[in-house]
């Protein structure tokens, strides 16, 4: 069975994660660790919600790690979103998460993202509720496009990241985007 994680739908096809933890990284682990020790102690920190699908008869287990989950509420933990497109890209990651959970639990639950600043003074923190709608299709649509398009072993352009990134100029998969058409690209290419 082909397992799909939910990470993989919304990060660009080109990120590949450092071998060692930068000093970003250890803001962020520390901020983290601050930020959950506040929370109840009966939440779980994160738990794996795997979900199994069916994708044109084949079948395909999702699983994803919201950073906290407390009765029905879902909490994802970010740094300050530099740009607009960031905070839909988390906000999109907790209703997929939600969805999942949905269908595991048949509740629908509160969706929160927490903000954490990093400062002389310390982590501080602040919160903003992503309101549940149902993208069930969407999102069976997007695993099954994933699935046929890395199976053939191509990569596809996410545009909606690549207006954010820092990174685009430099970018071989930017760079043949750039006309506005869409393109999938061979990997190794």
Known sequence: MRQVRVTELLRCPQYKPLSFMDEYQLYGLVAHAVVESRMPVHCVREPELKLRLHIDDEEVELVGHPDVICGSEIYEIKPYPKLTNQLKIFSRQLLIYGNMY???YFET??????????????VSVDKQEVFYEDIWDWLTTWVRNYVHLTEKGKLYVRTYLCSSCGLRKECPLFT?????????IPRGE
């Open 176 to 184: 043949v985007y750039r006309d506005k058409k869409l393109v999938f």
């Open 102 to 104: 949905k269908r595991l």
């Open 109 to 122: 639950p509160r969706l929160v993202l927490i903000f954490y600043k990093v400062a002389m003074e310390g």
